[in-house]
C-alpha cells in the first residue's frame, strides 16, 4: 500500500516559475525522501529531510517537513524545461526497512 | 559499475512461463531492495536484503514471487508461473547504510519492464 499522497498530481508551469509539490503520509517516520523519475527511467535521489529537521536546501530545491501535520513540501525554484518529470515522496517508517512512496506529481516545465 | 545495473532491460513473457530479473547493485552496498511499479503508480515495496540476509520480504504479492541474494551482492528476483497482472516495472535500490542509520537516499536501477502477454 503507498502511504504518501502527493498533491497536486499534475503541475504545469512556465520555465522560471517556481514549483510546489505537497506530500502527506500517515505514520510516524525516521525520514522523509523525494525522488525524480523521467518518463521510463529509474528514480533519482533529490533530497531527505529526518524527522527532527524541519527545512533543508539543495540548489534550487527547498524541502519543509511538518510532522505535526504529517506533510512536506518541495520546492523548486527558477523551473527549467529539464525538470520535467514526476516527482515522488517517500517516508521511512521508524524502525521500518522499508521506504513507502507516494503516486507522484508530473510536473511538465513549458520552455 | 557506477550505478545500480539491471537486466535485461525489458522482458515479454507468455502467461504462466517463469522469468528471473537480475540486480547488480553498487558495489560494497550493505542494502538491496526490490520495488514494483505499475503503470502511473509510485514504486510499491517487494523486499530488502542486509547483505545476503532477506531480512523483509513483507511486500511480495504472492508464493510466485521469490527474491534471493546469495552472496550479499548480486540479487535475482524471480516469478513463477507469470500472470498478466504481474507487468509492471521491477526496479532495483541499492544503499551504503541500514535504512534509517545515515542520510543516504537510495541508489536505483532504471529498472526491467516485465509484459505479460
Known amino acids: 500500500s503507498q502511504q504518501g499522497e502527493e498533491d497536486p498530481q499534475a503541475l504545469s508551469i512556465q520555465e522560471g516559475e517556481n514549483a510546489t509539490m505537497n506530500c502527506s503520509y500517515k505514520?510516524?517516520?525516521?525520514?522523509l525522501q523525494w525522488y525524480r523519475q523521467n518518463s521510463g527511467r529509474g528514480l533519482v535521489h533529490l533530497i531527505l529531510?529526518?524527522?527532527?529537521?524541519r527545512e533543508k536546501h539543495s540548489g534550487r530545491l527547498r524541502v519543509t517537513l511538518d510532522t505535526s501535520k504529517k506533510s512536506s513540501s518541495l520546492l523548486i525554484t527558477a523551473s527549467r524545461a529539464a525538470d520535467t518529470a514526476s516527482y515522488f515522496c517517500a517516508t521511512l517508517g521508524a524502525g521500518s526497512y522499508q521506504l513507502t512512496f507516494g503516486k507522484g506529481t508530473k510536473l511538465s516545465v513549458i520552455p | 559499475g557506477a550505478g545500480v545495473s539491471q537486466s535485461p532491460r525489458y522482458k515479454v513473457a507468455k502467461r504462466g512461463q517463469d522469468v528471473a530479473l537480475r540486480c547488480d547493485p553498487i558495489s560494497g552496498h550493505v542494502s538491496l531492495f526490490w520495488y514494483q511499479q505499475a503503470l502511473g503508480q509510485g514504486p510499491e515495496f517487494l523486499t530488502y536484503f542486509q547483505n545476503e540476509a532477506q531480512l523483509d520480504k513483507s511486500g511480495l504479492p504472492s508464493d510466485r514471487f521469490f527474491a534471493e541474494r546469495p552472496e550479499g551482492s548480486v540479487s535475482t528476483l524471480k516469478i513463477q508461473r507469470t500472470q498478466q497482472e504481474d507487468s509492471a516495472v521491477y526496479l532495483c535500490a541499492s544503499s551504503l547504510a541500514i535504512p534509517g542509520s545515515v542520510n543516504y537516499g537510495y541508489t536505483f536501477g532504471s529498472g526491467t519492464r516485465l509484459t505479460v502477454v
Open positions: 505514520t510516524s517516520i525516521n525520514n
Open positions: 529531510i529526518r524527522s527532527n529537521e
